[in-house]
């Protein structure tokens, strides 16, 4: 069982930085071997890709959205991944969700790291804000 943890969210204006934290934890957690993602739900949207990191090789993907303003990251002796949002717009205003799963060493692309049925664990979420 993994657990997740996430930190680092609040209110900034509009053109400002964050970057969020997502610690995990569990007796039996070999973090290398997950890959993560972050998600995010605003007001009267569904849940939506935002960034994920591999397992292996760290090789990221971002939703067109946050291309060249986001950028994920881990480390993997603090068993934390990392999302630093730059040039913060209001429509990034959100709840965000960290996620994991461990893909047994097996190497995937494509929608595998899109979809949020791919994860098994998530964090309860935290709120970010942009203001304009």
């Known amino acids: 069982q993994v657990q997740l943890v996430e930190s680092g969210g609040g209110l900034v204006q509009a053109g400002g930085s964050l970057r969020l934290s997502c610690a995990a934890s569990?007796?039996?957690?070999?973090?290398?071997?997950?890959?993560m993602g972050w998600f995010r739900q605003a007001p009267g949207k569904e849940r939506e890709f935002v960034a994920a990191?591999?397992?292996?090789?760290?090789?990221?993907y971002y939703a067109d959205s946050v291309k060249g303003r986001f950028t994920i990251s881990r480390d993997n002796a603090k068993k934390t991944v990392y999302l630093q949002m730059n040039s913060l717009k209001p429509e990034d205003t959100a709840v965000y969700y960290c996620?994991?799963?461990?893909?047994?060493?097996?190497?995937?692309?494509?929608?595998?790291?899109?979809?949020?049925?791919?994860?098994?664990?998530w964090g309860q979420g935290i709120q970010v804000t942009v203001s304009s």
């Open positions: 990191i591999s397992w292996s090789v760290g090789s990221t």
């Open positions: 996620a994991a799963v461990n893909p047994r060493y097996q190497y995937f692309s494509g929608s595998y790291y899109y979809t949020p049925s791919s994860y098994d664990y």
């Open positions: 569990g007796r039996t957690l070999t973090f290398s071997s997950y890959a």
